[in-house]
């Protein structure tokens, strides 16, 4: 009778991850939950109004995002610490996507706007109940950094007209907004300038300096975050408390946020036309990629430093449901914020209930002090988001990889290019695109080694780089790739050189260590092979052949085609009993 309950309780948690933490709940986390969940809301409050105004749309939209996904997401994800809601990249994504249906500031903008976080909910959700996580591995470290950095310069550009209090209309284009930029920079307003500017000063010093200055004076960790985390809010209060008793919106023309509604978010119905969601479905299904990239691999990073696990197709579904919440609730697409759950994280959260905590305080924050932020000047805004996305710019991956690998290297600046020539959108699949064409060129051109023995041992190694024995009548290569469609014919090309260059050459080694696959493909290249090297008097061995490559070649007959006896353990057995060495 007991083991029904608990067979159903085991059940319930693999798909809602915080019954276990809220069955074992400890009093002794309380105190870092609530810290964290303070400490956040303090950093998210003036964040989510920035990428609100950033993705196109008012900034309480930002707000109301911040509220039923952060408390929708630590129910049914499985990261402890993770801080979800608006991020930059997304929310460039977002206006990159929806303003070429509507314009900014309309009705029919924000309808979008909740619609395409239904859509990207709905995509991720499916995503994770077909236990497709792993499809995020076809956008590769050079092609998300590459992506990234191009956006951030984007991003940071798109904010210079609030710095600058300039009229500019948006644009994806960057080099539009860089001509549009310098064509109007004549009309700069000067005090919004300087207060932008101090506002990136003091969000610039509260981040490294009087952290090293407070690390000095003998100050924990745990006293300087909540210090050091506190610049965004400081600014969006200073900021507002200038502009409000002297009145510079009035008479220096500082352009300022205005009248936030106030009460809880109402429920918002996004529209179910098939023809706006067919317009919508390839920018949905970029952001649902590059946020769940984003969110997950944070997720991931913390969890590791707790030994925690994370499971990627549950974390599509946590990602979706909140997408979900966000569009039924008046917010836009969001995901994990790497930065925010580095400070959760720092902070002390030891549960989901930092986030839930988080969430209702935005609540409480929306409900009743929405009307401290008509002064909030959009510069200050605009220096948080600029301070924010400066730091995703990342050359330093791009010179690793062009040290290591000049094919990510040349996916990392595709990318880049793509991204600020042709648009967000456009420059992720192109680099997608890229980096997959390179990844087939490189893999149709395996790395071929000539083995030998390598002194008595019985260890083969390859002839260019060890000192070996070889067999003038027995030549022995290594593929050190599977074979596939891509590269059979140059496996092929290989050994008709070599063999044309060893006219003594009776027997034929393929070594299949490194071998753990052989497709249709391949397979028809070597039974032609076969049958072409008999006719000159060659005959044609394996050795090393896996468990798993073997069981497909005995399922279709090829063992029998090649011979039994063709078939080696190791190559050690192969060349004694071939070539006597």
């Known amino acids: ?4 309950p608990k067979s159903l309780t085991t059940r319930l948690q693999q798909y809602i991850p915080a019954l276990d933490w809220l069955r074992h709940y400890q009093s002794k986390h309380l105190f870092g939950d ?45 990261s402890r610490v993770l801080a979800v809601g608006p991020a930059a990249v997304d929310s460039l994504m977002v206006a990159a996507a929806i303003a070429k249906f509507a314009p900014q500031g309309s009705s029919e903008y924000l309808v979008l706007a909740i619609t395409l976080a239904l859509l990207v909910g709905i995509i991720e959700i499916g995503m994770g109940a077909l236990r497709m996580g792993f499809l995020v591995n076809f956008l590769s470290r050079s092609v998300i950094s590459g992506f990234i950095s191009g956006a951030a310069i984007i991003i940071g550009f798109s904010q210079v007209k609030h710095l600058l209090g300039l009229k500019i209309p948006a644009t994806e284009s960057f080099i539009e907004l860089l001509t549009l930029i310098v064509s109007k920079i004549s009309e700069v307003n000067w005090v919004t300038l300087g207060l932008g500017l101090a506002s990136m000063g ?18 924990s960790d ?6 050091s985390k506190s610049a965004p809010l400081l600014v969006v209060i200073l900021g507002s408390l200038l502009v409000s008793i002297f009145q510079w919106d009035q008479g220096l023309g500082i352009r300022v946020v205005g ?41 991931q990073a913390f969890a590791s430093k707790r030994r925690e696990k994370i499971d990627p ?13 966000a569009a039924f609730s008046g917010g836009y697409p969001v995901t994990g914020g790497v930065s925010r759950s580095a400070v959760s994280f720092s902070a002390g959260a030891n549960t989901g209930l930092a986030s839930i905590i988080t969430g209702i305080l935005v609540a409480i924050t929306v409900m009743f002090l929405t009307s401290w932020f008509y002064f909030l000047p959009q510069t200050c805004l605009a220096a948080i988001i600029i301070t924010a996305v400066y730091k995703l710019i990342d050359f330093a991956t791009l010179k690793r990889m062009w040290n290591y690998d000049k094919a990510d290297a040349i996916a990392w600046l595709f990318t880049f290019g793509a991204v600020l020539g042709l648009g967000v959108e456009k420059g992720i699949i192109f680099g997608a695109m890229v980096a997959l064409s390179l990844h087939l060129w490189h893999t149709s051109r395996p790395h071929i080694a000539i083995v030998g023995r390598l002194g008595n041992s019985e260890h083969f190694r390859n002839v260019l780089r060890y000192e070996v024995k070889t067999s003038p009548q027995v030549l022995a290569i290594r593929v050190d790739a599977s074979l ?33 696959l052989i497709d249709a493909s391949a397979l ?6 076969i049958a072409d090297l008999r006719t000159l008097g060659i005959n044609f061995y394996f050795s090393e052949v896996k468990g798993p490559v073997m069981d497909k070649l005995l399922k279709i007959g090829f063992v029998d085609y090649a011979g039994r006896d063709h078939f080696f353990l190791s190559t050690d057995i192969a060349m004694r009993e071939l070539a006597g060495i």
């Open 1 to 4: 009778m007991t083991s029904l």
């Open 313 to 325: 197709n549950q974390e599509l579904i946590a990602f979706g449901a909140a997408n979900v919440g």
């Open 484 to 516: 596939y469609f891509a590269n059979a014919k140059y496996m092929e090309n290989f050994l008709n050189r070599e063999i044309s260059d060893r006219p003594v050459v009776t027997s034929i080694l393929l070594v299949c260590s490194a071998v753990n």
């Open 202 to 219: 003091i969000l610039l010093y509260f981040n490294q300096p009087l952290v090293k200055q407070l690390k000095r004076q003998g100050w």
């Open 222 to 227: 745990q006293k300087i975050l909540p210090v």
């Open 259 to 299: 009248m936030v509604p106030s009460g809880f978010p109402p429920l918002t119905i996004p529209t179910f036309d098939l023809q706006i969601w067919r317009s919508l479905l390839p920018a949905a299904l970029a952001i649902a990629l590059v946020g769940y990239m984003e969110g997950f691999s944070g997720a």
């Open 524 to 529: 028809e290249v070597l039974e032609s092979l």
């Open 34 to 78: 609530i810290t964290a969940g303070i400490i956040v809301t303090s950093l998210l409050i003036p964040q989510s109004m920035a990428y609100a105004l950033l993705a196109g749309l008012p900034p309480h939209v930002g707000l109301y995002a911040s509220i039923f996904p952060a408390i929708i997401y630590p129910l049914l994800g499985t």
